[in-house]
C-alpha cells in the first residue's frame, strides 16, 4: 500500500491550494479516506473524511465552509481543496486510508506573509 501526497507549499494568508493523495495497492473505491495535519508542538488533527461512495464528508469544524474534499475513484486520489487559508493552517498534511489505517509520508503547507 502506498499514498503519496502533494500540492503543499508556501501561501500567502488568504491564499488557496489543492492537496492531491495518489493511493495504490489496495481497491481505493471500496474505503473511506481522511485528510489529518500535525502543527508543530501540537497532535495530529482529522481535518476531513470523505466515504468510498461519496456520499458523505465531515469536516473539523475549524475548516468548516473554507477546504473541501473529494475523490475520483477511478484515479484512486483523494483531494483536499484549501481555501481563504489562515496562519493557523500551517501543518504537516497527511492522507489516510482506512484499510487497515495506512498513512501517507505528508505534505507541508506553510501560511505566511
Known amino acids: 500500500v502506498q499514498l503519496v501526497e502533494s500540492g503543499g507549499g508556501l501561501v500567502q494568508p488568504g491564499g488557496s491550494l489543492r492537496l492531491s493523495c495518489a493511493a495504490s495497492g489496495f481497491t481505493f473505491s471500496r474505503y473511506t479516506m481522511s485528510w489529518y495535519r500535525q502543527a508543530p508542538g501540537k497532535e495530529r488533527e482529522l481535518v476531513a473524511t470523505i466515504s468510498s461512495d461519496v456520499s458523505s464528508t465531515t469536516y473539523a469544524d475549524s475548516v468548516k465552509g473554507r477546504f473541501t474534499i473529494s475523490r475520483d475513484n477511478g484515479k484512486s486520489t483523494v483531494y483536499l481543496q484549501m481555501n481563504s487559508l489562515k496562519p493557523e493552517d500551517t501543518a504537516l498534511y497527511y492522507c489516510?486510508?482506512?484499510?487497515?489505517?495506512?498513512w501517507g509520508q505528508g505534505t507541508q503547507v506553510t501560511v505566511s506573509s
Open positions: 489516510r486510508t482506512w484499510y487497515r489505517n495506512y
